[in-house]
């Protein structure tokens, strides 16, 4: 698996994940709303809603990371995820940070007591709300993660046709190292013949002029 292939896989991880974290700190403000509709405590779905939110911020902190690793056009396309899915966090926490505030101004005015009818209906409303927003986080994170999947198949397609082009390649070098390969011998053998010919020349050249020599000498001394 290369390099962008496994930070694409790690990236789709950590958005799953993301996604489950969302829907939980989503429940736990909906059971947190529910007790105070009750007058049951929340102290424990307050530190569990702590403790889903600070997961839920270092998992976009490694999203983020995860995002520069990939290729340029998909880099500016998990960065804009990771943009929203900061700006939904901070939107969680906001509702989250009002309802804590509801609740300290009800015990300031006397504690937990039970809510008027207006009270209980706005928090039904602010429930209501709050499951339509998770559902269209859910739907928006299914819509996203179809759309990393089919990101991922073009890379993964362009990183086999790449891989093809490359062994193409490859066969082609090596056919022409091949007829290199031939080209070299046969411009040795040539040059091969070539000095020999030369030093044939040379012979007869000289068995030559030592027959003209010797005619010379038979015919001046007669």
């Not at 059971?31 to 600070?54: H, K, V």
């Not at 939107?91 to 209980?120: H, Q």
């Not at 020999?196 to 000289?206: D, H, K, S, T, Y």
Request: with cysteine; charged share 30%.
């Amino acid at each position: 698996m290369s390099k962008a292939e496994k930070a694409s896989a790690i990236f789709t991880e950590h958005e799953h994940g993301y996604s489950v974290l969302s829907a939980e700190i989503t429940d736990k403000m909906n059971i947190i709303q529910g007790n105070i509709i009750t007058g049951d405590s929340i102290s424990g779905p307050c530190a569990e809603l702590d403790r889903l939110m600070a997961e839920a911020e270092e998992l976009l902190e490694q999203m983020e990371l995860e995002s520069r690793d990939q290729p340029e056009r998909l880099r500016q396309t998990l960065t804009n995820r990771v943009r929203s899915y900061t700006a939904e966090l901070r939107r969680l926490a906001k509702d989250y940070s009002n309802i804590k505030n509801r609740v300290s101004r009800r015990e300031l005015l006397g504690g937990e007591g039970s809510l008027s009818a207006a009270e209980a209906e706005e928090r039904m409303l602010d429930n209501t709300e709050l499951m339509e927003r998770t559902g269209n986080r859910l739907d928006e994170g299914y819509r996203m993660c179809l759309e990393s999947e089919a990101v991922g198949a073009e890379i993964l397609s362009d990183l086999s046709g790449q891989r093809e082009t490359l062994t193409k390649t490859r066969a082609r070098l090596r056919e022409t190292d091949s007829e290199l390969g031939r080209s070299g011998r046969l411009l040795s053998g040539m040059l091969h013949r070539a000095v020999q010919n030369r030093v044939l020349l040379i012979l007869v050249g000289a068995v030559l002029l030592v027959a003209i020599g010797y005619a010379l000498y038979v015919l001046f001394t007669r």
